[in-house]
């Protein structure tokens, strides 16, 4: 069974700092992999994408992949209390058209 | 602006009673996704279609069904809803892009009572 797993949090920063967000896969195969922002009682947001290994940046979201250790973090600069969200995780693996696979997500609390 | 609309965005159902959800969107994306979510849980796949082709996810119910007539559109049938269907239902979509990515609608949030 493929599976993605996030510590469920809560995690608590305080405003100003960097907040850390990890995720593991089980697929080796796995070739694309997500970061979505959801507040509560909204849907998923689309804040990063990442599919080769390294970092990616944009603004003040980095993602971070190491597909050896099959490990995808998400690095949040300058954290705001509006960055107080659930963080999910998802991983596409089978192939570009194999479906998302997601983690339960993790909760930041962001604190002014 | 290009987008995914669900409606309606609140639904109340009572016990075993059909409901249809709704999903359109305006990004000409072929691949259309529902999924199911309870609260502090990750979304549920329950099916998706590629193209016209429809896929369905080993472990959802029969009670679920869906139709999409066309590019724009899909839905939703829940054919008998009972107490455990209460959730947030999500559309998504994703075109012919590197990595697919999957653009989500704004849900709707069924009570079933």
């Known amino acids: 069974q493929k599976e993605v797993e996030q510590n469920s949090g809560p995690l608590s920063v305080p405003e100003g700092a960097i907040a850390s967000l990890n995720c593991t896969y089980s697929?080796?195969?796995?070739?694309?992999f997500f970061w979505y922002r959801q507040y509560s009682g909204k849907s998923p947001e689309l804040i990063m994408f990442?599919?080769?290994?390294g970092d990616k940046e944009d603004g003040r979201f980095t993602a971070q992949l190491n597909k050896a250790s099959q490990y995808v973090s998400l690095l949040i600069r300058d954290s705001q209390p509006s960055d107080s969200a659930t963080y999910l995780c998802a991983v596409r693996s089978g192939g570009s058209q194999g479906n998302l696979i997601f983690g339960k997500g993790t909760k930041l609390s962001v604190k002014p | 602006d290009a987008m995914v609309i669900q409606n309606p965005r609140y639904q109340v159902t009572q016990f075993g009673k059909p409901v249809t959800l709704s999903c359109s969107q305006t990004l000409n994306h072929n691949v259309m996704y529902w999924y199911q979510q309870k609260s502090s849980q990750a979304p549920k796949l329950l099916f998706h279609?590629?193209?016209?082709?429809?896929?369905n996810e080993a472990d959802t119910p029969d009670n679920f069904q869906s139709r999409r007539p066309n590019t724009s559109f899909c839905f939703l049938d829940i054919r008998s809803p009972g107490l455990g269907d209460a959730a947030m239902y999500l559309c998504?979509?994703?075109?012919?892009?590197?990595?697919?990515?999957?653009?989500f609608g704004p849900g709707t949030r069924l009570t079933v009572t």
């Open positions: 279609y590629y193209d016209k082709d429809f896929n």
């Open positions: 697929d080796r195969g796995s070739q694309s």
């Open positions: 998504a979509t994703s075109g012919q892009t590197d990595g697919n990515e999957q653009y």
């Open positions: 990442i599919y080769s290994n």
